[in-house]
C-alpha cells in the first residue's frame, strides 16, 4: 500500500458517510417522511343510556328517562345533548297577566304602556293597562301565556346532577379513500359480552364512556358545570400506519371544554333551551313550560393513515444525498443498495 494514509482516510470518510445515511433513514422512518398520506372521512353516531328520579319544585318526584333528557332537537348529528337542570313554570293559559319586571318596563299608569308593543325580551304583546305584578311594583299588562316565567336563575345544585352516572356508547366508522381502508373504534374483538363489561379505568380502547368521567377529563366539575350546561369536546384522534411492520390504526380519545366559562357572566352563560309539555284541564289548553340547561357533548374526529409507497424512500434517500439506489420486491419498503 503505498498510502496507508490516505486508505484509512477514505475508509473513514466511508464509514462517517454510513452512519450518516443510516441515522437520516432512522429519523425518516420514525418521522415518516417517506410516507403519502390521507386525511380522514368520519361519520358518528350514539347510544344514551341512563335513567334517574328527582323532586321538581312544584310537581313531586319524576322519573327522567333517555328521551326526557336527551332534547334539543337541532343538535348537530356528531353531537348529543344532555339535560342536567331545569326551571319549570306550571300551569299556564292563554290570558293577559303583568310582565315580569326584568322583562318589561316598570309603569305608574296606562300612560306608561302602549297598546301593541313587544320586544325580543317580551313573554307577549302589551295590552296598554298597567297592572300590579306585586304588593311593590306595577308592569305593563301582555297578552301572553300565564303565569309569565318569573325565574331566571337555575337551581342550585343541578336538579338533574345525577346524569353525572350516564353512559354513552360512541360509534366511529372511519375511511382513507386514497387507500381504501375502512376502520371503526368498536374493534372485531369487541364481542356483546366485551361491551357490557369494558372499563375505560382500565382499558383505554373501551367506546362506552361515564359522562361524569368525560367531564372530569376535560378538567371540570361536573356538578358545577350541570348547574348552568356548557359545551365539552370529545376528540377522537387515528394516526394510522400502513407499512407491513409498523402497521397500526386505534383511536385515541381525549377531552376539553368548548365553550368560554371565564366570559362575563351576564352575557348569556351555559347551553340552555325551552320546551313545553300541552294538556287539557277542564276542556281548556294549558301547558308546563320547562327552560333546560344541560351540557353538549361534540364529538370531534381528526385523523390521518400514511403508507409507502414503492421507491419512495430510496427517491428521498437519493435526492437528498445523490445515493443511487435500486429497487428490491420487498413490500412498501424498498431496499438502500449504496455505490461506494
Request: proline share 5%.
Amino acid at each position: 500500500i503505498r498510502n496507508p494514509a490516505g486508505c484509512i482516510e477514505s475508509l473513514t470518510s466511508v464509514r462517517v458517510f454510513t452512519a450518516i445515511l443510516i441515522l437520516s433513514n432512522i429519523m425518516m422512518l420514525w418521522n415518516r417522511e417517506y410516507q403519502e398520506f390521507d386525511l380522514v372521512v368520519s361519520s358518528v353516531t350514539t347510544k344514551l343510556k341512563g335513567v334517574a328520579q328527582t323532586n321538581l319544585p312544584g310537581i313531586g318526584d319524576v322519573v327522567w328517562d333517555v328521551l326526557d333528557f336527551s332534547g334539543l332537537p337541532q343538535v348537530d348529528k356528531n353531537s348529543f345533548f344532555v339535560v342536567t337542570n331545569v326551571i319549570i313554570t306550571k300551569n299556564q293559559m292563554k290570558g293577559k297577566c303583568p310582565e315580569v319586571p326584568s322583562k318589561g318596563r316598570l309603569c305608574r299608569t296606562d300612560k306608561d304602556c302602549e297598546k301593541g308593543a313587544w320586544d325580543q325580551q317580551s313573554h307577549g304583546i302589551q295590552t296598554g293597562s298597567c297592572v300590579k305584578f306585586d304588593v311593590l311594583k306595577k308592569t305593563c299588562e301582555v297578552s301572553a301565556w300565564c303565569p309569565t316565567e318569573a325565574t331566571s336563575s337555575p337551581p342550585r345544585p343541578a336538579l338533574l346532577a345525577a346524569a353525572e352516572n350516564f353512559t354513552v356508547l360512541i360509534k366511529n366508522n372511519i375511511r382513507f379513500p386514497a387507500f381504501s381502508f375502512i376502520r371503526r373504534n368498536i374493534l372485531p374483538q369487541m364481542n356483546v359480552a366485551y361491551l357490557r363489561s369494558c372499563d375505560r379505568g382500565n382499558d383505554s380502547l373501551c367506546p362506552i364512556f361515564r359522562l361524569g368521567d368525560i367531564v372530569r377529563g376535560a378538567g371540570e366539575t361536573f356538578s358545577d358545570m350541570a348547574v348552568e350546561g356548557g359545551v365539552i369536546g370529545i376528540q377522537i384522534k387515528w394516526d394510522c400506519n400502513l407499512d407491513r411492520f409498523m402497521q397500526s390504526c386505534l383511536p385515541r380519545y381525549s377531552f376539553r371544554r368548548l365553550d368560554e366559562k371565564e366570559s362575563n357572566r351576564s352575557l348569556y352563560p351555559g347551553l340552555n333551551y325551552r320546551f313545553v309539555k300541552y294538556h287539557m284541564v277542564n276542556g281548556v289548553e294549558e301547558r308546563t313550560l320547562y327552560k333546560a340547561f344541560g351540557i353538549r357533548f361534540d364529538v370531534l374526529v381528526f385523523g390521518r393513515v400514511g403508507s409507502a409507497p414503492q421507491t419512495s424512500s430510496a427517491r428521498l434517500l437519493s435526492r437528498n444525498y445523490g445515493v443511487p439506489f435500486v429497487k428490491s420486491n420487498s413490500h412498501n419498503l424498498t431496499a438502500i443498495f449504496l455505490v461506494i
